[in-house]
Structures are given as C-alpha cells and as structure tokens.
C-alpha cells in the first residue's frame, strides 16, 4: 500500500511546489481536499488524521495548530514552517548537519523542515565549529541574497506587481534591519553557537535562488588555519554527497564571480571557500535555490528518509 501524505497549506509557494513534486510521484498516495475543504477545520483535522506523514505548509502559528489536531499517534508530521526548528522533541531536518541525523530523521515523529538561509549558513559553518577551527564564541557575520519567492505569495505578489509605489525599479533591498530575523535562532541552536550571528540579509528582483556569505578574518582565529585548511574540513564533510558539493580551492579560485542564479531550480547546495593567505582572509559561500534545498526539494529529502526510501528519489 503507498503510503498516504497529506500537504496542510498546499495552496501556498512551497506547498503548492510540494504538492506538484509529490503528486508526480507514481509511490506515494497525496490525500487532496477541496478549496472548500481545505479551509475547513473539520476536513482538515481528518486528512491529518489519515495520513501516513502530514507536512505542514503554514504560517508560523498556524502550523502549530495543526500539529496541535493530530490526535493519532501513528501519524508523523514533517513542518516546513519555522514553528518547531528549535523545539525539545522535534528533529531538525537537515540530512547532512551530523554524522547521525540521516538516522534520527528516519526514525522520528516529528521533523522540523530547515530555513533556507539557514541550511546555506549550516552548511558552511557547522563543520568548522565541529572541527574546532571556528570557536562557539566567534562573532560571526552573515551576508545573504534570496529571490522574492523567499517571502511567500504577499512578497511574490509585490515584486511582479510593476505599478507597486513600495517595489518599482528595486533591483535589491536590505531586510530585517532589526536583527530578529526567524531563522537565526536555527543558525544559532544547530550549529552550537554562543552568540546569534549578526545576520545581514537581502531580497532581489528575481524569482528564485539564493547566496549567502560568511568573511572571516582568519588571523582572528586561534588556530590561525589556512583557506586550505577550511576547504580540506568542508571537502571531507561532505565527500560522498549527493546534494551537497565543495568546489575545489583551483575551480573558485578562477571565478571573477558567482551568480545567485546558479543552482536556480536545482534540488542541491554547492559551496566555496575563496580567500587569500596573505592578508588572511576568507569567504565562505553556499549558492543554492531557496525554493529548492532551501524549501520543498528538502522537504522531499527528508519525506523519503522518513519512509525509508532512498532520499534522493524524485530529486535527481
């Protein structure tokens, strides 16, 4: 029997996206309710209830609703929404953070979908602070760009509305000027951080895709490593990967420069250490689709680990 998957908030950007990846899928039976239905709490509680793995595709508060009406204790639930990243009896979902987090998905209830900015900031730091070569104290700075997709269907809605007085002729702007965006509490919590990075995000004027960025004053260090040494950790990390690529030290060092777009519509994270050893300084960057690894193409990542299905099924 294919197991049943019920998408809450599938009318939204990356359920709508869930929804189409799933349901071209011939293994999996996607539960579907009506326009009608699908506003109603009575039909919504039931497709909860029936389902194999509900994944929640909500606004904050709303998701936590939902998993509050799932009452049948065999019924798993993946949350793509920023609700439970950082909540006691929630796994966070990001596949490749831990040497063991492939196992703890695959055997959870509850798994917590990861922030796109945040799986680009992981990705890239979390090794290091294993590693030892960046401390858990280290002030850390974060620079990043997304595609208005990132900001759901109000921020789609605005950018592609050419007669908006708050968007017309913006090609990029600068956000959460108050410093409390959502997903650093993840970046924080997940990668053993002392102190939230100061973190600098942007929007720009294109649908999709993603880059973020994190400098570092190697000198700072106290194991003063080498741009090599920072590449030769995230090369071994990731060796073996499938979704996530290292570029080699010669391949960045010939770029003059690196599109947002680069992974645009791909399911995978690629990352680079540019640098120089003789003012020693680094550049850490992570290019993916924020819709992509960022959004429903992890949420596939983790449904499949969760079934104990190979988990790059329907992603490459």
């Given at each position: 029997m294919r197991p049943r998957v019920f998408i809450d908030g599938a009318a939204g950007t990356t359920g709508l996206e869930l929804r189409q990846r799933l349901e071209a899928r011939s293994d999996l039976q996607v539960i579907r309710l009506s326009d009608s239905e699908r506003k109603a709490v009575d039909a919504r509680t039931q497709a909860l209830n029936e389902a194999d793995i509900a994944i929640l595709c909500l606004p904050d508060a709303a998701a936590r609703e939902a998993a509050n009406l799932i009452a049948?204790?065999?019924?798993?639930?993946?949350?793509?929404?920023?609700?439970?990243?950082?909540?006691?009896?929630?796994?966070?979902?990001?596949?490749?953070?831990?040497?063991?987090?492939?196992?703890r998905i695959a055997s959870a209830g509850r798994v917590a979908n990861p922030g796109?900015?945040?799986?680009?900031?992981?990705?890239?730091?979390?090794?290091?602070?294993?590693?030892?070569?960046?401390?858990?104290?280290?002030?850390?700075?974060?620079?990043?760009?997304?595609?208005?997709?990132?900001?759901?269907?109000?921020?789609?809605?605005?950018?592609?509305?050419?007669?908006?007085?708050?968007?017309?002729?913006?090609?990029?702007?600068?956000?959460?000027?108050g410093l409390a965006h959502k997903h650093t509490a993840e970046m924080q919590a997940h990668c053993g951080l002392a102190?939230?990075?100061?973190?600098?995000?942007?929007?720009?004027?294109?649908?999709?895709?993603?880059?973020?960025?994190?400098?570092?004053?190697?000198?700072?260090?106290?194991?003063?490593?080498?741009?090599?040494?920072?590449?030769?950790?995230?090369?071994?990390?990731?060796?073996?990967?499938?979704?996530?690529?290292?570029?080699?030290?010669?391949?960045?060092?010939?770029?003059?420069?690196?599109?947002?777009?680069?992974?645009?519509?791909?399911?995978?994270?690629?990352?680079?250490?540019?640098g120089n050893d003789k003012p020693h300084q680094a550049r850490l960057v992570a290019v993916l689709d924020n819709l992509g690894k960022g959004a429903s193409g992890a949420a596939v990542q983790n449904l499949n680990l969760m079934l104990g299905l190979p988990e790059t099924t329907g992603l490459v």
């Open positions: 049948n204790p065999s019924v798993r639930v993946l949350d793509a929404s920023s609700a439970h990243r950082v909540v006691p009896g929630w796994v966070y979902g990001f596949a490749e953070l831990e040497p063991d987090q492939r196992s796109c900015y945040a799986t680009a900031f992981l990705a890239l730091v979390r090794p290091l602070v294993r590693a030892g070569l960046l401390p858990s104290e280290y002030p850390l700075t974060v620079n990043a760009i997304s595609g208005y997709s990132g900001g759901g269907r109000s921020m789609i809605a605005e950018f592609e509305d050419t007669q908006s007085p708050d968007c017309a002729g913006t090609a990029a702007r600068i956000y959460a000027l102190h939230p990075p100061v973190f600098a995000p942007s929007v720009g004027r294109f649908y999709r895709g993603m880059l973020l960025e994190v400098p570092l004053q190697l000198w700072s260090l106290p194991m003063n490593p080498l741009v090599a040494d920072l590449h030769r950790v995230l090369s071994d990390t990731y060796c073996g990967e499938r979704l996530v690529e290292v570029a080699g030290l010669d391949d960045a060092g010939e770029l003059k420069s690196l599109n947002v777009e680069t992974l645009k519509d791909a399911n995978g994270i690629k990352l680079y250490v540019f």
